[in-house]
């Protein structure tokens, strides 16, 4: 059963395309990650397709201890503009796709975020999300002082506390409070202000944030963990939960999942919306579809195939082993454990060995890999709608700018005609194209 009369788009936009190689295809721009005007492309054909967003990931860090060893594989770790100042740029030449970024509560602090998300929604007009993710990239921590990445759960415990600060200063103004009367010379109304006074394990706060209630009251919260500990931070904090996810069954248990605990934390169950990862190949005929998909195969260097495995699963070290061999037994890791343990189980069900993983992990990088025609896709997309599993997908073309083109002149062109998508955007706000509500202080 759906609960919408149409599915939520975002488009997720690693800047040459969530594909490893795809860096090296001859019509992607190598240096998409730094090209403004490729991000302003990209941007306008979302916005051309009446998509809900744009979805930016991030890091704060190359990865590897040797820069040298680097030299080949660092394409494949989010190599862009920082996401917000990115947005920012991108929100004056669009006028209603939502602009989400990417925000880390391990490396940034509350105040900061807080402000630079309700500047975002306030310069935009109501389009501003963040997504809240607790790092996957270990290395980040050698940027900002720490000897190590901390633990999985302490960094949980940080977010939540994080999330919760973020919003109560999204909260310190009421919505009428800043009169700017210049007659009476009144700026604000002191008593539509309250200081947040946060004292907790973490962090401590006076506020007020230095910035009027935003037009969306609270941007949009995506959350992106998996995990016990991710699905819990989703259930108290997040409009929208973002996932990886292969099996129609799966999902609909962890949507299942996730608005229980929602419930549990008092919410309406029915208030958080999951999106799914989708890596997809669009071709007129599924024979273009599938050459697509070998083409970028390819492209892909044996050591950036197996590094990235390697980090995939966990930071694990895989030198030596026999690449047509299986996977093998793996140490325990404190990176994120929903990835690691879908391909674990997605190696052992399917008999694959090291290579054949890399092959399938290099190219749709844990995420569901969707090869077709636009009928085929829609159908797909659809089945997975239509049974209430998820509320849409995120959609992560493999290679840019050409795969947002195919997505959005094939493939939405037939979820419009079979009444899945909208044709046109109704209202102005990132709320409003989710069907949230904006809400009170
Ligand atoms: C679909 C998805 C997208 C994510 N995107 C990012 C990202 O862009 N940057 C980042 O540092 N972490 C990202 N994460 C990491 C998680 O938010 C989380 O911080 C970490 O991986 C632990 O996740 P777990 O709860 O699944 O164990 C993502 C995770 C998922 C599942």
Partial sequence: MTRHSHMRLGAFLYPTGYHVAAWRHPEVPADAGVNFAHYAELARTA????????????SSAMRGADLSELSRTAIRYVAQFEPLTLLGALAAVTERIGLTATVSSTYNEP???????????????????????????????????????PEHDARYRRAQEFAEVVKGLWDTWDDDAWVRDKESGLFFEPEGV?????????????????????PQGHPVTIQAGSSGPGRDLAAATAD????????????????EDVRARAGKHGRDPDSLQVLAGVFPFVGRTRAEAEEKAQRLRELIQPEVGLDLLASELGHVDLSGCDLDGPLPRLPPSNSGQSRRDLLVRMAADEGLSVRQLYQRVAGSRGHRQVVGTAESIADDLADWFESGAVDGFIVMPPSLPDGLDDFVDLVVPELRRRGLFRSAYEGSTLRDHLGLRRPGR
């Fill in 240 to 255: 929208v939960v973002f996932t990886a996810q292969h099996d129609k069954n799966d999902v609909k248990a962890f949507t």
């Fill in 47 to 58: 916005e051309r397709g009446a998509l809900d967003f744009l979805f930016l990931p991030d």
């Fill in 194 to 214: 309250r200081p947040l006074d946060h004292r907790g394990e973490h962090f401590s706060v006076r506020g007020p944030l230095n910035m009027p209630r935003t």
């Fill in 111 to 149: 105040y900061h975020t807080a402000r630079m998300i309700a500047s975002l929604d306030h310069i935009s007009g109501g389009r501003a999300g963040w997504n809240l993710v607790t790092s996957q990239n270990p290395f980040e921590a050698y940027n900002f002082g720490l000897p190590q990445h």
